[in-house]
């Protein structure tokens, strides 16, 4: 079976993950943009951190047989430092056509400020502008009333539900984000967002339509495998293959493909050839072997 992880920090993980990754059928990504920890100071942090995301984080995830997409934002953290966030709002419009890029996002509320609130609107103007998908992350802290203040000013600003993810759900949100007619995402990340066990339930209780399946994984203690792992569990619970396969690879790729950046085909017939260089750097070290997909996996360098 393969998979989509749709929201997943790669640039945090390790080239042992990407391999793990792949080996479990994992064939694409999008990383968001997000927070990395600590306050960035400076927006030069920023710019280089997207540049990134649409150059050398592709490279890496494609050395692995893995296709990587990303979505650019300001976070809702950051938003808070405005003198900052109006020099980062000044970039957004510079990255969000590359290539590879698939929304805007993850954007939204934290701790609901007013200053969270203006960047938000004003990154959905730009949503609304080139006529992207949009990935909100909703807060951990008072999530109920988050997630619909997201929805209420999505609506508020015009875009359509279905150009607008919703992700971090929980049992406490599912209902309306469906009822409204947005996609509901569900992170799957220990101790904290959602279980899996948790997961299947709420595919047994609401079905697959709409409903988005990601692990989140970043520099936490949290699982890369996280979506074919509940995948897994899923079919164990009995739950039927083509709302699993639903669930974890074709509603993700039905939102975002909505950037007109993200087809099917972009991971038919993926070479490998850690022979490749990005401006002049491989993902070896020296005296490490490259693989290259479709030989013997040994190629002398």
Request: proline share 5%; with cysteine; glycine share 8%.
């Amino acid at each position: 079976m393969k998979f989509i992880d749709p929201h997943i920090h790669v640039t945090s993980r390790t080239t042992d993950d990407y391999e793990a990754m792949q080996a479990a059928g994992i064939v694409a990504i999008i990383e968001p943009a997000f927070w990395l920890g600590q306050p960035r100071t400076k927006v030069g942090s920023f710019q280089d951190y997207f540049n990134s995301l649409v150059g050398f984080e592709r490279f890496r995830a494609s050395q692995f047989g893995i296709k990587h997409y990303c979505t650019i934002g300001l976070n809702s953290k950051e938003a808070n430092n405005e003198r900052l966030a109006e020099q980062v709002m000044e970039l957004l419009p510079l990255y969000v056509g590359k290539e590879g890029v698939v929304a805007v996002g993850e954007i939204g509320y934290d701790d609901q400020t007013p200053a969270e609130d203006k960047y938000y609107r004003m990154q959905l103007e730009l949503a609304k502008e080139v006529d992207m998908p949009v990935m909100i992350h909703t807060p951990h802290r008072d999530k109920k009333r988050g997630t619909t203040r997201s929805m209420d000013v999505c609506i508020e600003h015009g875009l359509k539900p279905e150009m607008v993810v919703v992700d971090h759900n929980n049992e406490e949100t599912v209902q309306e984000v469906l009822d409204r007619g947005f996609w509901a995402a569900f992170t799957i990340y220990p101790h904290t967002k959602m279980g899996s066990e948790r997961m299947v339930d709420i595919v047994k209780q609401y079905g697959p339509e709409r409903i988005i399946v990601d692990s989140a994984a970043d520099w936490g203690v949290s699982d890369p495998l996280a979506v074919p792992k509940t995948a897994k569990l899923m079919l164990d619970k009995g739950i039927p293959e083509e709302h699993v396969h639903q669930v974890c690879y074709q509603n993700a790729l039905a939102a975002y493909s909505q950037s007109g950046q993200m087809k099917e085909s972009d991971w038919e017939d993926v070479a490998i050839d850690q022979r490749e260089k990005y401006s002049g750097n491989s993902v070896l070290r020296g005296g490490q072997t490259p693989k290259v997909k479709g030989s013997s996996d040994i190629v002398e360098n």
